[in-house]
């Protein structure tokens, strides 16, 4: 996983989420002497896939750079139920007043990414692709997309900006399919991405005749998931979406589709159950 290029925005999403949390200061933290020093690490209370390291460190590097860190483990690897991830060590007040944000920066991505391994695992040996969307945590895209990468899934657009999705309004406000594709292909940039959403194998058949490159099937069933594949005949990449969960993946990615998007993975995240605690002085 550290082939994985890192989001460039993690100084700054760092530096709000501090800004956040402590405010004016830690009225808390200022119990403790100055000078006091301590040890700490960082425990995991479930089976997971870590991520989010180095929002975790540069938390730290910005409450006080001088705290040591020692990581056992990197993204994208499997953390076992009471694990040590991390040794901290430095002074007591920075290390409590960094514990918080750090810890919900690893927390989320990592429950981010052991959920995307679930969906990856799920379906394994077919030729499903499984995507991400722009259901995310606001603030925290770039993030949630580094971390379904280091969960093995593959990142969809990551905003308005870098792909062209043709959905059903817009399908409406451009009269057809055929004109928004005509549209689509007169804007677009060489080589951007550019989709079109159908609700039914009607509109499927429209799209394929107006030449659409990658099709999205929005919300159908697999009857209808398997007539789309016949359909396509290997005419258009197809992208399964809407209603996925991990009880039915499997069955959607044994028809033959080439992706298929899950908004689960990024927007109904349970943080996985990590804990910082300081290590008792001789």
Known sequence: MSALKLPEDITDTVRRALEEDIGPGDRTAMLIPVDTQAEAEVITRSAAVLCGSAWFDEVFRQVDNRILLRWN???GDSIQTGQTLCVLRGAARALLTGERTALNFLQLLSGTATQTRKYVEAVRETRAVVLDTRKTVPGLRRAQKYAVACGGGTNHRLGLYDAILI???????AGSIAEALRAARASAPKGMILEIEVENLAQLREALDA???RILLDNFNIEQLNTAVREAGGRAKLEASGGISLSNIRAIAETGVDF?????ITKNVSAVDLSLRFRHRD
Do not use: L, M, P, T
């Open 73 to 75: 483990v990197r993204d």
């Open 167 to 173: 959905k059903e309004n817009h399908i409406a406000a």
């Open 211 to 213: 030449g659409a490159d």
């Open 260 to 264: 298929i998007s899950v908004g689960d």
